[in-house]
């Protein structure tokens, strides 16, 4: 299973980025997709999930600013960010396993990534 970030970019505070995730190989293994971001510095961390016929989940820090989606048919996970801060600033990494986990949220659960794309945020 390959796996391939793209839509990071920069935008002031306040604006909108759409990140995909496109998936390729062995697509039947993938269940689970999730977005997790790490900031220079920092800890990579858990930013959205999602699996087939399963609510999303999200961190606190972007509930009700980011919306994960995916489309099946084309193997891809969106990830809409919405009302963006400076705090949003990091790499995105897309991931994916093969069955649910209630650890959705912890990045060692994940057998497959992506490779980051940036997202930049001004104030």
């Known amino acids: 299973v390959q796996l391939q970030a793209s839509g990071g970019g920069w935008v002031q505070a306040g604006g909108s980025l759409r990140l995909s995730c496109e998936a390729s190989g062995l697509t039947s293994y993938i269940y689970l997709m999730a977005w997790f971001r790490q900031a220079p510095g920092k800890e990579r961390e858990f930013v959205a999930a999602?699996?087939?016929?399963?609510?999303?989940r999200y961190a606190d820090s972007v509930k009700g600013r980011f919306i994960f989606s995916r489309d099946s048919g084309k193997n891809t996970a969106y990830l809409q960010m919405n009302r963006l801060e400076p705090e949003d600033t990091a790499n995105y990494y897309c991931?994916?396993?093969?069955?649910?986990?209630?650890?959705?949220?912890?990045?060692?659960?994940?057998?497959?990534w992506g490779q980051g794309t940036q997202v930049t945020v001004s104030s």
């Open positions: 999602g699996g087939s016929g399963r609510t999303p």
């Open positions: 991931a994916a396993r093969r069955v649910w986990t209630t650890a959705y949220y912890e990045d060692n659960q994940y057998n497959y």
